[in-house]
């Protein structure tokens, strides 16, 4: 049974709202994990609204949109005279959320500092505000999210593990849109109608061949995706119907749904290969679901990789310009980039 405000009837989604309705129920920490636009947020906020803390504080913070000094006094409050610009004590995210729910999303943007920070609470349920001594007590939920494998993270040493185990009590697996194809028509139909309310429009009607050429597309950007272009789709309009050359030209092309495992292999040099391995034998993988999983990670990394450089080269090395086509926000592609080793890609230029 679907929950609500989600859209999708497909298997994969099934599974998310059995896992969903079942960890609600509890006090333990939930990491959501899923490329991005896939909804990690929409079901964190139905984990809060079907949980015994539905009538408290549910807040939102997006860890990749703010610098670490923000973030942390985003996160914990300040008091007054903390640094140059805290004119006045402010209350921090966790004690807003007292008895309810906290959403962390992009976690894996955190630096190592915070999340020392960050085990504290999640062990001890207390911290201190930037630049005081007094101890704040809080009962808060915490519901992380992230768009890399946090595992992954750990075994290059950009992710504390005693942070990842602490978080990683019930995780649920967001599956892409390219996983969930059935689900499209269903969400096209609830765009439709929204947008339609939104901007004064009647654009409810869709044929087939339209639906089936959007199903042949293989949605990098996932949902967030899709509710963009059908959003443009009902702006530009003239009748009443979503029609194919509405479409943008990269969906009217028709890439393969598969696109991402039939095509040929990114080329992987023997040394990253020596890379991988090493990290396996590190963290002990020895299963064989353990192990295709961790290959697979690897190869989308690798993937990611080639995706970013080639979206950064099109948008001529303008990282605002390549966030957005991405779906991301200019911190997390600043990062990426960086992780990547694609920061001084084009010189420098187009920063902006």
């Known amino acids: 049974m679907p929950v609500e405000g ?15 309705r079942r960890v609600a129920r509890s006090n333990a920490s939930v990491l959501l994990l899923g490329e991005t636009g896939t909804g990690k947020e929409l079901i964190a906020g139905a ?34 005279g903390a640094f140059t610009s805290a004119v006045n004590n402010r209350t921090g995210r966790f004690e807003a959320a007292h008895t309810g729910s906290i959403f962390l999303d992009e976690i894996n943007s955190t630096s190592m500092m ?45 992710f504390r593990e005693d942070l990842y185990w602490r978080l990683n009590v019930v995780p649920i697996q967001i599956p892409p849109l390219r996983q969930r194809l059935e689900d499209i028509p269903q969400l096209v139909a609830y765009f439709l109608e929204y947008y339609s309310r939104a901007n004064n429009r009647y654009v409810v009607h869709v044929r087939q061949e339209t ?6 597309y293989h949605w990098p950007g996932n949902v967030r995706e899709l509710q963009n272009y059908v959003e443009r789709a009902v702006v530009m309009a003239e009748g ?7 479409l943008p030209e990269v969906v009217r092309r028709g890439a393969p749904v598969a696109a991402d495992s039939q095509a040929d292999p990114p080329s992987l040099a ?81 920063a902006s």
């Open 6 to 20: 989600i859209i999708g009837s497909s298997p994969a989604m099934q599974q998310v709202y059995e896992l969903t």
């Open 270 to 350: 023997s040394a990253d290969w020596d890379t991988l391995i090493r990290s396996l034998v590190r963290r002990g993988v020895a299963q064989a679901d353990d192990l295709h999983r961790a290959v697979f990670d690897f190869v989308v990394s690798r993937v990611e990789k080639e995706l970013i450089a080639q979206t950064l080269a099109e948008c001529n090395y303008v990282q605002t310009k390549t966030a957005a086509r991405l779906g991301i926000n200019r911190n997390t592609l600043a990062k990426k980039l960086k992780d990547y080793g694609l920061d001084g890609a084009g010189g420098g230029q187009g």
């Open 47 to 80: 984990i809060h609204r079907l949980s015994d803390r539905a009538q408290g504080p549910f807040v939102r913070v997006n860890c990749g949109a703010l610098s670490e000094s923000l973030l942390e006094s985003e996160l914990f409050g300040h008091v007054r």
């Open 114 to 158: 915070l999340q020392v920070k960050l085990l504290r609470v999640l062990q001890e349920r207390e911290f201190e505000r930037v630049g005081d001594t007094n101890t704040i007590t809080v009962d808060t939920r915490v519901i992380a999210a992230s768009n890399r494998d946090l595992a992954q993270e750990v075994a290059q040493g950009r």
């Open 240 to 246: 009443d119907e979503l029609t194919v050359d509405l």
């Open 211 to 216: 639906l089936d050429i959007m199903m042949q």
